[in-house]
């Protein structure tokens, strides 16, 4: 990849940077005890957590960092964090 | 035409000459006669610029900063510590890839208070990616901030350059100095075009963060930029000699130096005391000769090593100490002759503006021939 001159950029960067390569716990959402509350989705500081069509909650991993918010704070504890191997 | 001014008016008359679009500053001793003068003209509409006012140097080089970033060329002029409070704006610039040119009026830093001449102010900033030019007298100075703008904007180099100059000894000196006329300037310089440039309708962002992944290639390319600006100072100083007859295309200048046993080294003001005193001392029949540098970054170490080849000692005469080291160009010269064999030595001369008389570089060439150096130069006794 060619660097820009001066590290400019330009709007969208953010979509571009794929931020998820941070991670180091993931959180795997179960769907056994979740009752699609959609506090996860909240409480997602990179807005990342989405209702999918049965309305269930499921994170993109491209941006998710792990941080652990959302199972932290599922009300069900249906978002366990685990290692992630890379 | 030949004028006789003061170095302050000929450097704020060169740097209107470049046509700045921005200029700000804040006033400092010895750099205040520049920024009046810019500020007089900005009022008096003979300088087409805005002349932004701000309450610090950090603001006045940010605004420098903004205005090269929306771009626009831009011109300050600071000393000692205000260019310590530009720090990190310095660097961001750099970073930035943001040209512009910036007139240092050396002067010593704090504490204890001086106001007096010595380098440390713009050598503390010489790993701040700045181009840094070195000017032995008024003409050099004012002639260095042309060929500054043209080295700095140019595409291959993006990066921002300082011309230094001795405070009081050259900012309040009267000399003769040989001004061009605008339309001979804008021959040689051209219109600044940037290489990006903030727009409302095309949004970009500069600086942006870089992690681990990516920070050191971003500053191998910095440094790959001040290396190519070697290239682009040559030229640009060629061209110069061809339009104005006044030859700054070399990174150092040799004096005396064929036969020298004893070569001086030196930066700046200091360097015309040394070619008086080696005068003297060449028609007593010792072999000295001076090594002037007009260009410190980026350091022209082959250059150096090439001028200094058939010397038998090296008597590097530094105005800036690298406290617990010792002095900036001395620790460069040793790096350039490493595997020659040729000692260099030390001298920390003229500190807060001490002055350094023709038998003072007598003295230090003794010295040397004794193998004495590494040393601050005539300190006073009893108290040091």
Same mark, same amino acid.
């Given at each position: 990849m060619a660097l820009s001159v001066g590290c400019t950029a330009r709007p969208g960067k953010s979509r571009a940077n794929k931020t998820g390569a941070w991670r180091v ?19 997602c500081p990179e807005g990342c ?11 993109d991993?491209d941006y998710c960092k792990g941080c ?19 | ?61 940010s605004?420098?900063l903004g205005?090269v970033a ?17 720090f990190e704006v310095c660097f961001n610039l750099a970073g930035m890839r943001l ?29 701040s990616g ?28 993006l ?36 290489h990006e440039k903030l727009?409302?309708?095309d949004p970009i962002s500069f600086g942006m963060l870089a992690t681990p992944d990516y920070y050191m290639e971003f500053r191998y390319a910095n440094d790959q930029a ?18 104005? !007859? *006044? #030859? ?9 130096? &064929?036969?020298? %046993?004893?070569?001086?080294?030196? $930066? ?84 807060? !503006? *001490? #002055? ?9 060439? &003794?010295?040397? %021939?004794?193998?004495?150096?590494? $040393? ?9």
């Amino acid at each position: 990849m060619a660097l820009s001159v001066g590290c400019t950029a330009r709007p969208g960067k953010s979509r571009a940077n794929k931020t998820g390569a941070w991670r180091v716990f993931k959180p795997v959402f179960r769907h056994d005890k979740c009752t699609k509350c959609g506090i996860c989705s909240l409480v997602c500081p990179e807005g990342c957590i989405l209702e999918q069509e049965d309305e269930f909650m499921i994170p993109d991993y491209d941006y998710c960092k792990g941080c652990g918010l959302c199972a932290a704070e599922c009300p069900a504890e249906d978002i366990e964090m685990t290692k992630e191997e890379k | 035409m030949m004028r006789f001014i003061e170095g302050s008016i000929a450097v704020a008359e060169a740097a209107a000459l470049c046509r700045p679009d921005v200029v700000s500053a804040y006033p400092i001793t010895p750099q205040t006669h520049i920024v009046e003068a810019l500020a007089e003209m900005a009022a008096n509409c003979t300088l087409d610029a805005e002349y932004i006012t701000v309450e610090s140097e950090f603001s006045a080089l940010s605004a420098c900063l903004g205005a090269v970033a929306a771009g626009s060329r831009a011109y300050s002029a600071t000393t000692s510590q205000g260019l310590f409070l530009m720090f990190e704006v310095c660097f961001n610039l750099a970073g930035m890839r943001l040209p512009m040119v910036m007139t240092v009026a050396n002067r010593a830093v704090s504490a204890p208070i001086s106001i007096w001449n010595d380098q440390q102010d713009s050598i503390s900033l010489r790993d701040s990616g700045w181009i840094q030019f070195y000017a032995e007298d008024n003409q050099e100075a004012a002639d260095l901030h042309y060929l500054a703008y043209k080295v700095a904007e140019d595409h291959q180099v993006l990066l921002p350059a300082m011309v230094c100059f001795d405070g009081f000894i050259l900012t309040h000196t009267y000399e003769p100095v040989d001004m061009p006329t605008q339309e001979q300037v804008d021959s040689y310089l051209p219109k600044f075009v940037p290489h990006e440039k903030l727009d409302a309708q095309d949004p970009i962002s500069f600086g942006m963060l870089a992690t681990p992944d990516y920070y050191m290639e971003f500053r191998y390319a910095n440094d790959q930029a001040i290396q190519r600006s070697k290239e682009k100072i040559r030229e640009a100083g060629k061209e110069f000699l061809a339009k104005f !007859g *006044r #030859d700054y295309s070399a990174f150092v200048e040799g004096y005396r130096l &064929e036969d020298a %046993e004893t070569v001086l080294v030196a $930066l700046g003001s200091l360097c015309g005391t040394v070619k008086e005193a080696i005068d003297e001392m060449r028609a007593a029949g010792k072999k000295v000769g001076l090594l002037k540098i007009r260009v410190y970054r980026p350091f022209p170490g082959v250059e150096v090593a090439a001028a200094l080849k058939g010397a038998k000692r090296i008597a590097v005469l530094d105005k800036n100490i690298s406290l617990g080291s010792k002095g900036a160009v001395a620790l460069e010269v040793k790096d350039a002759l490493y595997g020659s064999g040729i000692p260099v030595l030390d001298y920390i001369v003229g500190l807060g !503006g *001490r #002055d350094i008389r023709k038998r003072d570089i007598a003295r230090i060439v &003794e010295l040397t %021939e004794k193998g004495e150096g590494d $040393l601050f130069y005539g300190l006073r006794e009893g108290v040091a």
